[in-house]
Structure formats: structure tokens, C-alpha cells
């Protein structure tokens, strides 16, 4: 019996050693994992072009309004939240698919004191972050890269769809307004104002 307790110290030191213990932070982290949804777990959305428009308005003479719209874009979302909240949007489109139903308009439009589509073919934006704001209401903030430019915008987000619901769709109200002077589109001077409010309307399909 006397030997039989002098080894017990020894098997307990050898059962101990045997069990691989995680640190309190890798525990944290898989939990953490779990709630968010794991990179593995997330869903891929594309575009519905049918379905979808970017459009933009800018003051002219003061009094009234020009407006247009793109023609050719397109984009993504990857998401492993039912409600998108950590959404990673991208978007890109065709500089010189502007229409402003002029046709000399859009070819001064797309001339280098504009847009300088030869030169700066794509205007892109790449969302850093997809904040839900209560009810169908949301903040997406990223950067947008138009002709030499990159800086951040902020689009105020109305879903026209019930997040959280899985239909295999979702569609968003996207609007915000940049000054384009900050984009090196100085011409028109005095005759255009300095504000161009755009609006963009999705709708993206969940790939199966």
C-alpha cells in the first residue's frame, strides 16, 4: 500500500503532462469565431446588373439640375453575418459608360478635363466597413478611386430587403455626395457646383 501511495505523485504528474491545455485567449478567439461565423463559412454575393443603377446629380446655373448615370459596372459582397454587418463590398465601373442622354455632353464629359476615361478607365471602390445602424438601416464607409484620387466616402444604406432573413437576395439603397474638386474635376467652373450627390441601387443574387 506504502508503494502504491509513493507512486500516485508520479502518475499524476505523468496524466497531466499527457493533457494539452489551450491558453484563455485561443479560447476566447474560437468563440469568437463561432458567434461571428468563420471565414470558411462566408457567402458570396454578385450583382444583379438588370436590376441595379448608379446615377449622380450635380447643380447647373445654380437653379437646376444635370443628371446621368453609368451604364457598365459591376460588384461583390462576401458576408459571414446573416445581417451583413461585417459586409465586404467592392464595386467598379466603366468611366466612359457615362450617359447623360447628351451625346456631345458625355464625350466633353469624358474628355481629360473631366473624367480623362483614356487615362482613368475604371472608377473602383472598396468598402472597409458595413455598420448596421438599427432597423434597415446601415453606414458602408470605404474608398473610392476616381481617375488619380483615392479617398474615404461614406454612403448613408436603406435595405429594401429583410436582413437577416435568407431569400437568396438582397437589395440596398446606397447614397452620398463628394466634391469634385477633391477628384481633379475642375471644369465647368462657376456653372456647376461643387457637389455631386450620387445614388446607387443593388441588387445581388447569393451564389449557391
Known amino acids: 500500500m506504502t508503494r502504491i501511495l509513493y507512486f500516485l505523485p508520479f502518475l499524476f504528474a505523468i496524466t497531466l503532462s499527457s493533457i494539452s491545455f489551450k491558453p484563455a485567449r485561443e479560447i476566447e478567439n474560437e468563440a469568437e469565431e463561432v458567434l461571428a461565423g468563420k471565414p470558411d463559412d462566408s457567402s458570396k454575393w454578385v450583382l444583379d446588373k438588370s436590376q441595379s443603377s448608379i446615377t449622380f ?77 438599427g432597423g434597415k438601416k446601415y453606414q458602408l464607409t470605404g474608398n473610392l478611386t476616381l481617375k488619380d484620387v483615392t479617398k474615404t466616402v461614406v454612403f448613408e444604406v436603406v435595405s429594401n430587403s429583410n436582413p437577416g432573413v435568407k431569400t437568396g437576395k438582397a437589395s440596398f439603397k446606397c447614397t452620398t455626395a463628394i466634391n469634385r474638386y477633391d477628384y481633379h474635376i475642375s471644369s465647368g467652373g462657376a456653372a456647376l457646383g461643387k457637389e455631386v450627390a450620387i445614388q446607387v441601387n443593388v441588387e445581388m443574387n447569393e451564389l449557391k
Open 57 to 133: 446629380s450635380i447643380t447647373h446655373l445654380v437653379v437646376s439640375k444635370a443628371e446621368g448615370l453609368f451604364s457598365i459596372f459591376d460588384g461583390t459582397m462576401e458576408s459571414t453575418r446573416p445581417d451583413f454587418s461585417d459586409a465586404r463590398i467592392r464595386f467598379t465601373i466603366d468611366a466612359a459608360s457615362i450617359n447623360t442622354d447628351n451625346e456631345a455632353r458625355d464625350k466633353h464629359l469624358r474628355s481629360d478635363g473631366y473624367f480623362d476615361v483614356t487615362k482613368f478607365p475604371k472608377i473602383s471602390f472598396e468598402g472597409t466597413s458595413f455598420k448596421p445602424l
